[in-house]
């Protein structure tokens, strides 16, 4: 089905200082994964138009920083008011470039503007502190000020949300923001800065690029003096490449990277809520964010029933394109990601994992892969061992609560755990042994505005969201006041 997408929102070019940059020589294509067909070209941003980005936003920084907090919050409310206006223009966009089910894309919309209003309320708390001083004649204050020009580089599975989660912290800071939108799915990113423009949000302040050749762009971003912060949601491997070239002129960072979620039933757990948990962690987004269930870990008496009636469940699930009615499962983002998921699943098979549901080719198109649940998985496969990013759940049995945790740890991200169990002192004992920066109990979605989201070891640094997720870009200044004593 070729859907009509809103026209005042559908953009093609990038947005620097509050223009429109028009055409240029070279575009980025940008095609629904349902059906490959062609949505929008845009035009590529060169590495002069980054530069120019980056310097509109320094000239932008001194009048947005001096507003009020209170005035700032205003925009950023007004901004968030007119996204959930848009909500279903900007769903349809969203689906179309990225493929999730629309039901899903409208639900990013909201999550992704509930950063910003969060934030907006977030911005008139930025409090400082008074600490007692070491002598009658001085005093110790506090304060805590944007750190500045902040930029981003954001990925395709989250096209609005990933990047609200980091320009509202930052506006509502008083820090202004230019990010690089993944290429796969620039419409979203453009959409919300058409948004940002009406809500009145001077120029310079907000500013997306869309490039084709993401690795020049991306050094200006991460290499330009004037850049005081650089946000990153991606995967592990580029996220070390980039922490090297922020290096370069030490810049405060902030890293959302790879996962590889450890899901644990016990064998006390109720299975209904447990299944209900995998279903949401797994299957959301095809697969496809860096939170989802990776490794589903069963204890021994439950392990075959867990299993069946995961089946039930997920044969249950309906594939197909994003806009179709009913549809829980649309398509990977790409070729290279279908290749990679079948790769692993084969392999898996290959040593000895059995497929107990899906893996087999769909008809609904090239990058529909079926939801799938493979059994007899063990440990050492690259299944259990790397980020899946697509809709197979390799379930793994343990025996005891010591194994469970050794085995959930036995990886070098740690970004989401997953546990369900009745037992009280479980939950707590096994929470607090789990190396992740966010542990599900009895809840398999654990994402929203209010919650700190980041990771622990090579899953990066950072907390997004919360009263936490502003303090990333903020500096703290520490003011020495002498001469007090008469
Ligand atoms: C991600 O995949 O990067 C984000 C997932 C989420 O916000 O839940």
Same mark, same amino acid.
């Given at each position: 089905?070729?859907?009509?997408?809103?026209?005042?929102?559908?953009? $093609?070019?990038?947005?620097?200082?509050?223009?429109?940059?028009? $055409?240029?020589? !070279?575009?980025?294509?940008?095609?629904?994964?349902?059906?490959?067909?062609?949505?929008?070209?845009?035009? =590529?941003?060169?590495?002069? !138009?980054?530069?120019?980005?980056?310097?509109?936003?320094?000239?932008?920084?001194?009048?947005?920083?001096?507003?009020?907090?209170?005035?700032?919050?205003?925009? /950023?409310?007004?901004?968030?008011?007119?996204?959930?206006?848009?909500?279903?223009?900007?769903?349809?966009?969203?689906?179309?470039?990225?493929?999730?089910?629309?039901?899903?894309?409208? &639900? *990013?919309?909201?999550?992704?503007?509930?950063?910003?209003?969060?934030?907006?309320?977030?911005?008139?708390?930025?409090?400082?502190? %008074?600490?007692?001083?070491?002598?009658?004649?001085?005093?110790? @204050?506090?304060?805590?000020?944007?750190?500045?020009? @902040?930029?981003?580089?954001?990925?395709?599975?989250?096209?609005?949300?990933?990047?609200?989660?980091?320009?509202a912290p930052a506006l509502a800071a008083g820090c202004t923001f230019v990010v690089k939108a993944a290429k796969e799915t620039p419409l979203s990113a453009l959409a919300l800065a058409e948004l940002a423009e009406q809500a009145g949000i001077p120029k310079g302040v907000f500013n997306v690029l869309v490039c084709k050749q993401s690795?020049?762009?991306?050094?200006?971003?991460?290499?330009?003096?004037?850049?005081?912060?650089?946000?990153?949601?991606?995967?592990?491997?580029?996220?070390?490449? /980039?922490?090297?070239?922020?290096?370069?002129?030490?810049?405060?960072?902030?890293?959302?990277?790879?996962? #590889?979620?450890?899901?644990?039933?016990? #064998?006390?757990?109720?299975?209904?809520?447990?299944?209900? &948990?995998?279903?949401? =962690?797994? +299957?959301?987004?095809?697969?496809?964010?860096? @939170?989802?269930?990776?490794?589903?870990?069963?204890?021994?008496?439950?392990? !075959? $029933? /867990?299993?069946?009636?995961?089946?039930?469940?997920?044969?249950?699930?309906?594939?197909?394109?994003?806009?179709?009615?009913?549809?829980?499962?649309?398509?990977?983002?790409?070729?290279?990601?279908?290749?990679?998921?079948? *790769?692993?699943?084969?392999?898996?098979?290959?040593?000895?994992?059995?497929?107990?549901?899906?893996?087999?080719?769909? !008809?609904?198109?090239?990058?529909?892969?079926?939801?799938?649940?493979?059994?007899?998985?063990?440990?050492?496969?690259?299944?259990?061992?790397?980020?899946?990013?697509?809709?197979?759940?390799?379930?793994?049995?343990?025996? %005891?609560?010591?194994?469970?945790?050794?085995?959930?740890?036995?990886?070098?991200?740690?970004?989401?755990?997953?546990?369900?169990?009745?037992?009280?002192?479980?939950?707590?004992?096994?929470?607090?042994?789990?190396?992740?920066?966010?542990?599900?109990?009895?809840? &398999?979605?654990?994402? #929203?505005?209010?919650?700190?989201?980041? &990771?622990?070891?090579?899953?990066?640094?950072?907390?997004?969201?919360?009263?936490?997720?502003?303090?990333? +870009?903020?500096?703290?200044?520490?003011?020495?006041?002498?001469?007090?004593?008469?």
């Amino acid at each position: 089905m070729t859907v009509s997408l809103d026209s005042t929102l559908l953009k $093609d070019s990038s947005y620097v200082n509050g223009q429109w940059l028009g $055409d240029s020589v !070279d575009f980025v294509s940008v095609s629904n994964p349902a059906n490959g067909e062609l949505i929008q070209r845009v035009a =590529s941003c060169s590495m002069d !138009d980054a530069q120019a980005a980056v310097d509109a936003a320094n000239a932008a920084l001194p009048a947005w920083r001096s507003r009020s907090a209170k005035d700032r919050a205003a925009l /950023l409310k007004r901004w968030f008011d007119l996204i959930m206006l848009n909500q279903n223009a900007l769903g349809a966009i969203l689906t179309a470039e990225q493929g999730k089910p629309l039901a899903e894309a409208k &639900g *990013e919309v909201a999550y992704g503007a509930n950063y910003i209003e969060w934030f907006a309320e977030e911005a008139k708390r930025v409090y400082g502190d %008074t600490i007692p001083s070491t002598g009658p004649s001085s005093r110790i @204050v506090v304060i805590k000020q944007p750190v500045g020009v @902040v930029s981003a580089i954001t990925p395709w599975n989250f096209p609005n949300a990933m990047i609200t989660r980091k320009a509202a912290p930052a506006l509502a800071a008083g820090c202004t923001f230019v990010v690089k939108a993944a290429k796969e799915t620039p419409l979203s990113a453009l959409a919300l800065a058409e948004l940002a423009e009406q809500a009145g949000i001077p120029k310079g302040v907000f500013n997306v690029l869309v490039c084709k050749q993401s690795s020049a762009v991306g050094k200006v971003l991460t290499q330009d003096p004037q850049v005081a912060k650089f946000s990153f949601t991606g995967s592990t491997e580029v996220g070390k490449i /980039l922490l090297q070239q922020c290096a370069t002129t030490v810049k405060k960072t902030s890293m959302e990277l790879g996962g #590889n979620a450890p899901f644990i039933v016990f #064998n006390d757990a109720d299975l209904d809520e447990a299944v209900k &948990g995998i279903m949401i =962690s797994k +299957y959301r987004n095809a697969g496809q964010t860096c @939170v989802c269930t990776n490794r589903v870990f069963a204890q021994s008496e439950i392990y !075959d $029933d /867990l299993a069946q009636r995961l089946k039930i469940a997920v044969d249950l699930l309906k594939v197909g394109a994003g806009h179709d009615e009913g549809v829980e499962i649309g398509p990977l983002i790409n070729a290279d990601a279908k290749t990679f998921v079948q *790769e692993l699943l084969d392999e898996a098979v290959a040593e000895g994992a059995t497929v107990l549901t899906g893996g087999n080719e769909q !008809d609904q198109g090239d990058l529909f892969f079926q939801p799938t649940v493979l059994t007899n998985v063990s440990t050492h496969m690259r299944v259990a061992r790397e980020e899946i990013f697509g809709p197979i759940a390799p379930l793994i049995k343990f025996e %005891t609560e010591e194994q469970a945790i050794q085995l959930a740890n036995d990886s070098t991200v740690g970004l989401a755990a997953y546990m369900y169990s009745r037992d009280i002192g479980r939950v707590w004992r096994v929470s607090e042994a789990l190396e992740y920066g966010m542990v599900g109990i009895n809840e &398999g979605l654990i994402s #929203n505005e209010m919650a700190p989201f980041g &990771g622990v070891k090579e899953s990066g640094m950072g907390r997004e969201g919360s009263k936490y997720g502003i303090e990333d +870009y903020l500096e703290i200044k520490y003011l020495c006041m002498g001469g007090i004593d008469k």
